[in-house]
């Protein structure tokens, strides 16, 4: 053959030792495939696993809590100490900001809020822990303060849910009570008479007197309290 000629032939060795060098590369991409896949697979059942346990626990209801208006009053105090824009006020020596420019002296009428702090446990049980009062607003008189709370504070009639009405005994005495569910959503127990107790036992509504309370930061949260039966 002729030295300068393009074709030559390749070495059996050299032939041998890249069919080598490949059949490893094709081995290693295999096991890489493996160890990828059993960590896939591994880490599926984790997230299985981990995903029914959180079924499982959820699978009853939901405890709740929530912040709601609980109450409103009005009382009269005395301006104290005057400290930059603020005020405080008796008895308690309260801050507030003197926004209608009051004197140290001067005689005035205090708003103040209380809220609750609502917890509803997986069993429908209501727990209730009540906030210290919180003064909100002043006004110069009683009438003003009143109107201001009037319409935060709104008694009226409504027709709730009844529950169901049951009865207790202990020692022979009995006890009748009705369970209602409240506009707001809670559930709550009222003891009865035992006539009032005949009276409801086939009923699925019935008319309460109600007070509702608003939040005066938020309108639209209010609490509803039970004040009384219409009939």
């Known amino acids: 053959m002729n030295n300068n000629g393009t074709n030559h032939r390749r070495n059996p060795r050299d032939t041998a030792q890249s069919a080598a060098k490949r059949n490893k590369r094709i081995g290693m991409f295999i096991f890489w495939v493996i160890i990828i896949g059993v960590i896939v697979a591994v880490s599926a059942e984790i997230l299985g696993s981990s995903g029914e346990a959180n079924t499982d626990s959820g699978a009853g209801p939901a405890s709740t809590e929530s912040e709601v208006p609980w109450d409103y009053r009005i009382e009269q105090a005395k301006v104290g100490d005057l400290i930059g824009g603020d005020m405080t006020i008796s008895p308690d020596n309260q801050l507030m900001p003197n926004d209608n420019n009051y004197a140290t002296g001067d005689n005035i009428w205090v708003l103040s809020y209380m809220s609750a702090d609502m917890k509803t446990n997986s069993d429908g049980k209501n727990e209730v822990t009540l906030s210290s009062w919180k003064p909100i607003k002043t006004f110069k008189d009683e009438a003003a303060a009143k109107e201001d709370m009037d319409k935060l504070k709104i008694e009226l009639q409504t027709e709730v849910d009844l529950v169901g009405v049951y009865k207790t005994e202990y020692k022979g005495q009995n006890r009748f009570f009705a369970v ?41 949260v209010a609490m509803s309290k039970f004040r009384g039966w219409v009939d």
Do not use: C, W
Request: hydrophobic share 30%; no cysteine; proline share 7%.
């Open 180 to 220: 209602l569910t409240m506009p707001s959503g809670h559930d709550i127990k009222q003891p009865i008479p035992e006539e009032r107790y005949n009276a409801m036992k086939n009923k699925e509504k019935v008319k309460i007197v109600m007070e509702e309370l608003h939040d005066f930061a938020d309108y639209d």
